[in-house]
């Protein structure tokens, strides 16, 4: 079981940065392949960044690649999404969530999630 909790949202301009947090309980985080998504209003939710469980393999959508960081420590429980020239097309609800095995694009495929931080850019 885990428990996954997100903060960090809020508003930016655009251009700004922000930097999303995800504290995770459990025992076992570290074998966990994290993975942060998003979901705008009236979209589906979409992958956003995965990080496998020792933080050696990383991946990112084409949207935010070069201007996204997805970090994690597994001392701390924590996975980290950096921010940098955020854009109005990535306000959006951010999700934090976590699965065992091998790292997937879909959201279908993660078992759990934490409730969601609104992040939103506009001037």
């Known amino acids: 079981q885990l428990l996954l909790v997100e903060s960090g949202g809020g508003l930016v301009q655009p251009g700004g940065s922000l930097r999303l947090s995800c504290a995770a309980s459990?025992?076992?985080?570290?074998?966990?392949?994290m993975g942060w998504f998003r979901q705008a209003p009236g979209k589906e939710r979409e992958f956003v960044a995965y990080?496998?469980?020792?933080?050696?393999?990383?991946y990112y959508a084409d949207s935010v690649k070069g201007r996204f960081t997805i970090s994690r420590d597994n001392v701390k429980n924590t996975v980290l999404l950096q921010m940098n020239s955020l854009k109005p097309e990535d306000t959006a609800v951010y999700y934090c969530a976590a699965r065992r095995g091998s790292p997937r694009l879909s959201f279908h495929e993660y078992e759990y999630w934490g409730q969601g931080t609104q992040v939103t850019v506009s001037s």
């Open positions: 990080i496998n469980w020792a933080g050696g393999s990383t």
């Open positions: 459990g025992r076992t985080f570290s074998s966990y392949v």
